[in-house]
């Protein structure tokens, strides 16, 4: 199994709080990802990072930020998190532009 | 706009028989795709890709095939069973954009 490791793996906070996700490997992987799934929706891409500093917007960034200051670390926040943003969080490496990814555990957040 | 479509949010196959999983996408640019299966609670897991320039991808038990004039590929499983049953997801991707765009998944459910 490829490295990722992604923390916490269960959070609740309450709405208008901001909260941060943690995404770590050991791969040392150029590109890495933060993915949402909810019910009805699939998977969808928050935002990705394509190097130390380079990162861009997904299909759902509204809200969210990231930061990518080492290889190894890829940070999701939510400014003032908002019951619409409960959900399950993924986050994944790629070695390549174009070839698979493999995804964390995830991180359930619940927005009360 | 959904770019990548899995129409069939499920489907029963009885153990030993074929499961066939499908996706179809509308952004013509795309040129790898890829399946993962994903078990509750888990993050997802690569299962097999395809280029575009090839139609056919075999890997043991899983088939993928991909028709570009139809913007159509499908996932074919044989013989069936039971561990298979599983969310599964299809995913397209672009040289250069360095993300991928998944579908909404299909449940599979192996009957034994």
């Known amino acids: 199994d490829a490295g990722i490791t992604q923390s916490p793996r269960h959070k609740v906070t309450e709405t208008g709080t901001p909260v941060t996700l943690r995404c770590h490997q050991t791969?040392?992987?150029?590109?890495m990802y933060w993915y949402r799934q909810d019910p009805g929706h699939g998977l969808r891409l928050i935002h990705y990072?394509?190097?130390?500093?380079?990162?861009d917007k997904g299909e759902v960034s509204d809200g969210y930020s990231v930061s990518r200051s080492k290889t190894e670390d890829f940070l999701l926040t939510l400014e003032s998190a908002t019951s619409s943003q409960t959900s399950v969080y993924f986050c994944a490496i790629s070695e390549a532009a174009v070839t698979e990814a493999f995804f964390g555990q995830g991180t359930r957040l619940t927005v009360v | 706009d959904q770019q990548v479509k899995q129409n069939s949010p499920s489907l029963s196959v009885q153990e030993g028989r074929i499961s066939i999983l499908n996706c179809d996408y509308t952004n013509s640019m795309f040129d790898y795709f890829l399946w993962y299966k994903k078990y509750p609670a888990e993050g997802p897991t690569f299962l097999i890709s395809i280029s575009s320039i090839k139609d056919k991808n075999e890997d043991g038990r899983f088939t993928v095939f991909l028709n570009k004039s139809a913007k159509h590929l499908s996932l074919h499983i044989v013989p069936s069973q039971p561990g298979d049953s599983a969310v599964y997801f299809c995913a397209a991707s672009t040289s250069g954009t360095y993300k991928y765009i998944f579908g909404t998944g299909t449940r599979l459910k192996v009957l034994a």
């Open positions: 791969e040392n992987h150029r590109y």
């Open positions: 990072s394509y190097g130390v500093k380079d990162t």
